[in-house]
């Protein structure tokens, strides 16, 4: 299908409000390791992942031989059976997750995981209410658009009630005006008072993710974390970390970013990168937080067969290829770069990320740090002009994501950051 007749049917019979990055719509006809190519034939970087999803590669061949292999064998036959795919990656995640997390639920996305996180934490505690925080995306279900705290993604006002959102960890633009590390985690510690003034003093859980994903990768201070769940189960929370985006090495180091910050959760959340594309997603719990949900349940395509088998190939890929550690190696070689392209180019105000999960946000100047949405959408298009994709987020929309699959070699960064550089001159 050629670009025009793309554009066509998409105008023609997808919903108005399912947004695509540019003016024009890149339409994508193929991929293979860290490049894509267009229905012109034109191939790009990809530094975006599909928003953090191929986590080791377009149509990756250890991956997809497993997948065939699965497709001509049992296609699907929801939860109500067993199947060896499903069973396989539950015990591997049971392995690979830190703590005493040890029970799945499947289901097809973040937004399906989140919402049985807080199902379980609300049945687990005997209690309603949630804390989330400011900047969060949880994706877009009734229950998750009330758990994002972003103006710009919630079609409805607060459609589900019992959800607090307390101050992000967003050092860059405190919003109490602080600095750290002076500021003694002021942000983490006012969960008491938000506990005790707009809750019934009682939780049922505390919500999280390691690195604030499309609200523009916001890293807390180490700390954070253990100051803010300590608070969170003294008021009878529990602690759901949602590693939809930071999970699977992405953060560098470690399998999942919540193991930078010394705190063990209660329960996890998984999508995106854990089957490099195919649609999965998992809740993941201690045994006696699982045992708390005892109605009928069912998740018809949670543990999908097919996806069950791209997510253990996914998975073993990562582990041969020591992929939390690549991804620190050439997260730094990346980040170096980038604070470098900040000495050149004023409207960089913030380098940050972890791993192979930065962002650059842009601003006016640098002394006020008003936020520059117009440049950072200029940047966008110039950098795919220059054969770079990257990913844009931030409430202001001004912080350009930058996520490529964990298997690209130092060329490939270099390539990009030359690409990047080229892009920042030209808007």
């Not at 980040?335 to 791993?355: F, Q, Y």
């Not at 350009?400 to 030359?418: C, H, K, Q, T, W």
């Amino acid at each position: 299908m050629d670009t025009k007749t793309a554009r066509e049917k998409h105008a023609r019979h997808i919903f108005p409000g399912m947004i695509t990055y540019y003016p024009e719509p890149l339409v994508l006809a193929s991929g293979e390791g860290a490049r894509v190519v267009d229905a012109e034939g034109k191939r790009y970087l990809d530094f975006f992942g599909g928003i953090l999803t191929v986590s080791v590669g377009h149509c990756h061949p250890a991956i997809t031989e497993r997948i065939v292999a699965q497709l001509r064998k049992l296609q699907h036959v929801s939860t109500l059976y067993l199947t060896e795919p499903a069973l396989e990656l539950a015990e591997l995640l049971a392995r690979l997750t830190p703590g005493r997390l040890s029970k799945c639920y499947f289901t097809n996305s973040g937004t399906e995981a989140d919402e049985t996180a807080v199902l379980i934490a609300r049945l687990f505690t005997g209690r309603q209410e949630v804390i989330a925080l400011r900047h969060a995306y949880s994706g877009r279900s009734m229950l998750a658009m009330s758990l994002t705290a972003h103006a710009p993604w919630r079609a409805l006002p607060s459609p589900v009630g019992g959800i607090k959102h307390a101050h992000s960890p967003y050092c860059y633009r405190c919003a109490l005006g602080l600095s750290y590390p002076a500021c003694d985690l002021r942000c983490a510690r006012d969960l008491e008072e938000l506990i005790q003034t707009e809750t019934s003093g009682e939780i049922a859980a505390f919500m999280a993710e390691p690195v604030q994903g499309v609200g523009g990768f916001i890293v807390p201070p180490r700390e954070y974390f253990q100051v803010a769940v300590e608070i969170a189960r003294k008021h009878g929370g529990i602690f759901i970390c949602d590693e939809v985006q930071t999970g699977f090495g992405r953060t560098g180091t470690r399998m999942f970013g919540i193991e930078h910050f010394g705190v063990e959760p209660e329960v996890m959340t998984m999508a995106k990168g854990i089957a490099n594309g195919l649609p999965m997603g998992v809740t993941i719990a201690r045994e006696d937080v699982a045992a708390s949900l005892k109605s009928l349940t069912i998740s018809t395509f949670g543990g999908n067969p097919v996806s069950s088998a791209a997510a253990c190939a996914t998975i073993e890929v990562i582990e041969k290829e020591q992929i939390p550690l690549r991804a620190a190696t050439l997260g730094q070689r990346l980040r170096d770069g980038l604070e470098e392209l900040a000495r050149r180019h004023e409207v960089i105000g913030d380098v940050r990320g972890m791993g192979l999960m930065m962002a650059l946000e842009l601003v006016l100047d640098r002394k006020s740090k008003a936020p520059a949405p117009a440049r950072a959408s200029a940047l966008l298009l110039r950098a795919r002009e220059e054969g770079l994709l990257i990913g844009k987020g931030g409430l202001y929309g001004n912080v350009m994501r930058i996520a490529p699959p964990m298997l690209i070699g130092e060329a490939e960064v270099d390539e990009a950051l030359a690409a990047l550089d080229r892009a920042l001159a030209r808007c």
